[in-house]
């Protein structure tokens, strides 16, 4: 499946835009593992779990709110699987496409949602606009097609938005989610990837941390020039890292010698 590069493209399914074979920063994360890492992920790919079904319902609830009323139902509060009728109304709608999301998730979602509506900065942000539009470009270092999917672009002050479900939406918490899950990296991404698409720059790329439980609070922060520039630096690594494994065919894990290893420093004391 080919899509034109270096271009903001509309209309592209969730589902074709994953099927591309360009890497995207999922991938990334996979390569700084290890090129072996990455394989088993291709190899899993499009599994979805519960973490990742509540997530993307959250997105379409308050980003496509048309698409969540197209592609979800919500299962009545009184609803039974279990019976035959029940089990055969299950059938029909997963015949028909549909994602199925249970009453109690909904209404976690709906108060999340409100949240992110009553914080001034997150609301605002998120009322000019386009969401999950796609982005292709080829690498200048490596030639490596690239892409990514920003959930929000704001069109008035050019900024990148993304939502990000947490368990704390403190500036503390958050910073240690940004480290372990390298949301840094992935903001440096997709800034270039916006401007192979337009030739300029986002201003910022701004995140709405959302708590996954009451009150489902909510944090919204940009990051300063050094966490964007160490983004930079670690996918630039990280697409070398690729690239070399596609070019030699070696998709191995760690060294494949010996290795001395000692115990980490705090183990000492």
């Known amino acids: 499946m080919n899509f034109a590069l270096n271009t903001i493209l509309r209309g592209i399914s969730n589902a074709d835009y994953h099927a591309h074979e ?4 999922s991938g990334l994360d996979k390569i700084a593992i290890s090129p072996a890492h990455y ?3 291709l190899q899993g790919k499009g599994k979805r779990t519960a973490v990742l079904e509540f997530g993307s319902a959250l997105h379409d609830y308050i980003l496509l709110p048309q698409n969540f009323q197209n592609d979800y139902i919500v ?3 009184a609803f039974n699987s279990r019976t035959k009728d029940g089990k055969a109304q299950l059938e029909a709608w997963q015949e028909d496409g ?9 209404e976690k979602i709906q108060a999340m949602a409100q949240s992110v509506q009553n914080h001034p900065a997150a609301s605002e942000l998120l009322k000019v606009g386009e969401s999950e539009v796609s982005i292709f470009w080829q690498d200048e270092n490596t030639s490596e097609l690239c892409r990514c999917r ?5 069109e ?7 939502l990000k479900t947490t368990q704390d939406a403190s500036p503390k918490g958050f910073a240690k989610s940004m480290a372990n899950y390298r949301y840094h990296v992935q903001a440096a991404f997709y800034m270039q990837g916006f401007y192979q698409a337009t030739g300029i720059y986002p201003e910022r790329f701004i995140f709405v941390a959302i708590e996954k439980e009451p009150p489902y609070a909510v944090g919204v922060y940009d990051l300063n020039n050094a966490a964007i520039e160490l983004g930079r630096e670690l996918y630039q690594r990280d697409l070398l890292t ?3 494994a596609k070019q030699s065919h070696q998709w191995q894990a760690y060294n494949q010698g010996i290795e001395t290893l000692s115990l980490p420093a705090w183990a000492f004391y």
Do not use: G, M, W
């Open 22 to 25: 360009a890497i995207s920063k």
């Open 75 to 77: 299962l009545p509060e």
């Open 242 to 244: 690729f690239h070399q």
């Open 98 to 106: 549909k994602i199925i999301i249970k009453n109690e998730d909904f």
């Open 150 to 154: 920003p959930d929000f672009l704001n």
């Open 39 to 41: 394989q088993a992920y």
């Open 156 to 162: 008035q002050y050019n900024i990148i938005v993304d």
